[in-house]
């Protein structure tokens, strides 16, 4: 019974992790490294961190066995890591012929705003904005399929985020954005930009 156990654990662990280096090959990465390096970091550390908290239960409770608690440990952690790295992909309805930058704002609206107003302006509630990294579905009010014209910030980050200064009171109004360009610049950044001080519905912004 307890083989058993120590091997449905082990697997279920196994399967977390092969599933999160899956996925880290899709989180955006720092200056210099990519989001595989970073969360394989934090996964070494959580396969060394997780023999020495074993070895402290075991200490406790020695009629535990060594495995099975490192590895209910681990996928505990791993777990936990996934949830960490969640992102929501997001379906983006914009205006007919839209060509711009796409800048979806910091609010504090409940339910996200996603069909975007003819400056390319959509809101998102906080827990959205603050998971947000994955590319988005992205088409226009006809329900053409606009993905193709998507230009993102660089390579490895989708979502360029920024920051500008209200009009009307302290703080700042923070966005993330990408653009979509016209059929012959496709996949060529154009640098649009968008005057979100002058354009936001300042009643939404946090």
């Known amino acids: 019974m307890k083989s058993k156990l120590k091997i449905a654990i082990g697997l279920i662990s196994l399967g977390l992790l092969a599933t999160l280096i899956y996925k880290l090959t899709e989180v955006p990465g720092g200056m210099f490294l990519s989001g595989l390096f970073l969360g394989g970091m934090v996964v070494a550390l959580i396969l060394v961190g997780g023999l020495t908290l074993t070895w402290l239960t075991k200490l406790?409770?020695?009629?535990?066995?060594?495995?099975?608690?490192?590895?209910?440990?681990?996928?505990?952690?791993?777990?936990?890591?996934?949830?960490?790295?969640?992102?929501?992909?997001?379906?983006?309805?914009?205006?007919?012929?839209?060509?711009?930058?796409?800048?979806?704002?910091?609010?504090?609206?409940?339910?996200?705003?996603?069909?975007?107003?003819?400056?390319?302006?959509?809101?998102?509630?906080?827990?959205t904005f603050s998971k947000l990294y994955s590319k988005p579905i992205v088409i226009d009010e006809n329900g053409k399929d606009l993905n193709e014209r998507c230009v993102g910030f660089n390579p490895s980050t989708?979502?360029?985020?920024?920051?500008?200064?209200?009009?009307?009171?302290?703080?700042?109004?923070?966005?993330?954005?990408?653009?979509?360009?016209?059929?012959?610049?496709?996949?060529?950044?154009?640098?649009?930009?968008?005057?979100?001080s002058e354009l936001v519905d300042k009643k939404k912004i946090k």
């Open 60 to 127: 406790i409770f020695k009629r535990l066995q060594f495995w099975t608690v490192y590895y209910a440990i681990i996928a505990i952690a791993f777990a936990v890591f996934h949830y960490q790295l969640y992102s929501p992909t997001l379906k983006i309805i914009v205006p007919e012929n839209y060509t711009g930058q796409i800048s979806l704002v910091k609010s504090n609206v409940t339910e996200n705003i996603l069909t975007v107003d003819s400056n390319g302006i959509g809101y998102l509630n906080e827990w």
């Open 158 to 196: 989708f979502f360029g985020l920024g920051t500008s200064a209200s009009s009307e009171k302290n703080g700042e109004i923070k966005s993330l954005s990408f653009e979509i360009v016209p059929k012959d610049k496709i996949g060529e950044k154009q640098y649009y930009n968008t005057n979100l």
